[in-house]
C-alpha cells in the first residue's frame, strides 16, 4: 500500500471539497479504507471509513450529513466529499489502510498513513 492524499486547498465557509486518496500498491481492494485529520495543536481524528467493497461506511459524529466517502476499487481511489464546510473543518486530513479485525473507527486499526493534504476553511 502506498498512498496518497489530494484535493485539499482554500474554501470559503460552506463551501465544499473532494479529497482523494490514491493507492499504487497492488492490493488497495484487500483492505478497509479511511480518512483521519489532524487540526493543528490537536491529535489525529477519525473521520469516515468504508469497507472493502465500499457498501459499508462509518462517519464520526461532525461528519454525518456532510461528508460522503466512496471507493472505486477499479482506479485504486478513495474519496471524501464534503459539504457545508465549517471553520473548524480545517486540518491536514489523512487517508489510510485497515488492517486485521479492528475497529473501522479507531486509529490503532489503521496503517500505513500517506502524506496529508491541507484543507482550510476560512469563515
Known amino acids: 500500500v502506498q498512498l496518497q492524499a489530494s484535493g485539499g486547498g482554500l474554501v470559503q465557509d460552506g463551501g465544499s471539497l473532494e479529497l482523494v486518496c490514491t493507492d499504487s500498491?497492488?492490493?488497495?481492494?484487500?483492505?478497509?479504507m479511511g480518512w483521519f485529520r489532524q487540526a493543528a495543536g490537536k491529535g489525529r481524528e477519525f473521520v469516515a471509513s468504508?469497507?472493502?467493497?465500499?457498501?459499508?461506511?462509518y462517519y464520526a459524529d461532525f461528519a454525518k450529513g456532510r461528508f460522503t466517502i466512496s471507493r472505486d476499487n477499479a482506479q485504486n481511489t478513495m474519496y471524501l466529499r464534503m459539504n457545508t464546510l465549517r471553520s473548524e473543518d480545517t486540518a491536514v486530513y489523512y487517508c489510510?489502510?485497515?488492517?486485521?479485525?479492528?475497529?473501522?473507527?479507531?486509529?490503532?486499526?489503521?496503517?500505513?498513513w500517506g502524506q496529508g493534504t491541507l484543507v482550510t476553511v476560512s469563515s
Open positions: 500498491g497492488p492490493t488497495f481492494s484487500d483492505n478497509g
Open positions: 468504508i469497507n472493502r467493497s465500499g457498501r459499508g461506511t
Open positions: 489510510a489502510a485497515k488492517y486485521g479485525h479492528g475497529s473501522y473507527t479507531e486509529l490503532v486499526s489503521f496503517k500505513p
